[in-house]
């Protein structure tokens, strides 16, 4: 039994209780993932404040760091802060105002230098011991970080531990699509995957809707502390089953066996006879020789996935897409500034756009491929962006602004769910992990410089910052049509079938292997 009879397995025993628990289990980490980065932007958000000065006559200008007495001018070091879209923030906490503000702007530079970090190491921790044990742990440290933000006693420690934080998190998205890759058969993988970015347009909408509940920052930290970090932690540990395909590469012949057997009893199918024999057989391999097999068993290195022009073609398409989606989608999600827009309307209404750019993407992606849904996605992102520099910026016809930036934002979330689909159907098993991690490297490495990017352009023009995404946007629109097209295509196992992915002898091959395995089902029935 290898990685292709194990997609025959989960096609065979339906799609059934087994897949919605492993799927729901997911749904709900990425739904906390979102959470907790949405959560974090908000505790950062800016307040408005008032110098305070021990001279009663002087006067002093809102959000002014200087004062004038006896026509001295001197620098304000205490500071009350005026509630308005937040009752209190870390801003008002630390200070974080005047000389301090720039501290503030560090928050997206942690944000992708901690996915950065997080995709870097993270996917050969996730190969070695196992997609359930990285999301548990995860989500157990994630709890941590939390606590951490309580207790923390300056802004600077802050800072460390949002680093690690963001490397935890990431780590729990990642985990996430893999299991939903792994788990479900090729036909419901798209479903799967919008349903995941559903979950996360429900993480925005619901911290955006604590926040404008109760805008205090503790307030928020303890929603996401007490219910669903632990949460996801504890159920993952308790109902979530590791990925058969991990199972089997890794050699954990008994476990395999067990999983399997669990899928046909939990989705309520009859087990075929073949499949029944190959358990036995498995089940009496000596442990301790697969696990020496296991452990001479290496992941090819990351060059490997460059090795012809072909597939090094592929790998720049790719990447080139990553670095657009990680530069629009964080630009637009962390720069509400530039349309005008109080931050949490702008979150909620965001998370309410996902259902439909997941719509959008499994309608394209399901009946046309996956192809033609990022390309033309990628194509409506940039043809809004350029719109929304000409909708009114105020006036009665302002909603229009608001509804063209929300939708560039579905737009741009629509491909970052094909994209995520699109990397894990084409790259190999054995290094799955590493070639979606080094795409994410290399995306995030250019978000770093989105945040200086966005606040220069800005200070020229309002809409150029605007344009400059638009651009980048229309370039990975085309550089999408050299990646092959993946729609009801099986995963390669391997590097060799990687190579020749697309090709009428990787069909053929592959065609053969499950026509043998049918055939061998019916004659033992």
Known sequence: MNDIEIEDV????????????????????????????????????????????????????????????????ANCYQFEYIPGTFKSTLVSKFDLVCDRAHLIDYNAQILM???????????????????????????????????????????????????????????????????????????????????????????????????????????????????????????????????????????????????????????????????KEKLKQLESTDCNKGSSIAKKCKCPPFWQLFRTRKTALWMAALSWNGITCVIVYYGLLFSPKLFNIRIQYFFLMC????????????????????????????????????????????????????????????????????????????????MRAIGIGMGSIIGRFSGIFTSFIVSFLSGVWNGLPIFMLAAVTLLSALFSLVVPETKDELMPDNIQEYECYGTEKYRLLKKRRLELLHLKNESSI
Request: aromatic residues 14%; hydrophobic residues 50%.
């Open 10 to 73: 989960l096609i065979q025993a339906k799609f059934g209780l087994w897949n919605i628990k492993v799927l729901l289990l997911c749904l709900f980490g990425t739904a906390n993932t979102s959470f907790a980065y949405v959560c974090m932007s908000l505790v950062f958000g800016d307040m408005d404040f008032k110098c305070v000065v021990p001279h009663a006559n002087t006067t002093i200008e809102k959000n002014e760091c200087t004062y004038v007495y006896q026509n001295v001018t």
């Open 351 to 430: 998370g309410f756009f996902t259902p439909p750019a997941c719509l959008l993407q499994y309608t394209l992606a399901h009946r046309f491929g996956r192809r033609i849904a990022m390309t033309s996605s990628l194509l409506l992102t940039c043809l809004c962006l350029i719109a929304s520099v000409f909708a009114p910026s105020s006036g009665k016809w302002f909603f229009l602004r608001y509804i063209i930036a929300c939708s560039s934002f579905m737009f741009i979330s629509s491909g970052f769910i094909t994209l995520y689909m699109w990397q894990s159907e084409l790259m190999p098993t054995n």
């Open 113 to 275: 230098i901690g996915q950065m970090i997080s995709y870097a190491f993270c996917n050969t921790i996730i190969d070695m011991i196992g997609r359930k044990a990285v999301l548990v742990a995860s989500n157990g440290f994630c709890f941590l970080c939390s606590l951490m933000y309580l207790m923390a006693p300056s802004f600077e420690i802050i800072l460390v531990i949002r680093i690690f934080e963001v490397i935890f998190l990431s780590s729990n998205i990642i985990s996430c699509y893999m299991l939903i890759a792994e788990s479900l058969p090729p036909k419901y993988r798209v479903i799967g995957t919008n349903n995941t970015e559903n979950a996360h347009g429900f993480g925005i909408s619901i911290s955006a809707l604590v926040s404008l509940l109760y805008s205090d920052w503790k307030f928020l930290i303890y929603t996401r502390l007490l219910f669903p970090t632990l949460a996801v932690g504890i159920l993952g540990l308790i109902f979530l089953e590791e990925s058969p395909k991990w199972l089997l590469r890794k050699r954990k012949y008994r476990q395999v066996s067990a999983v399997v057997r669990k899928v046909f009893k939990q989705n309520k199918c009859e087990m075929p006879l073949t499949i």
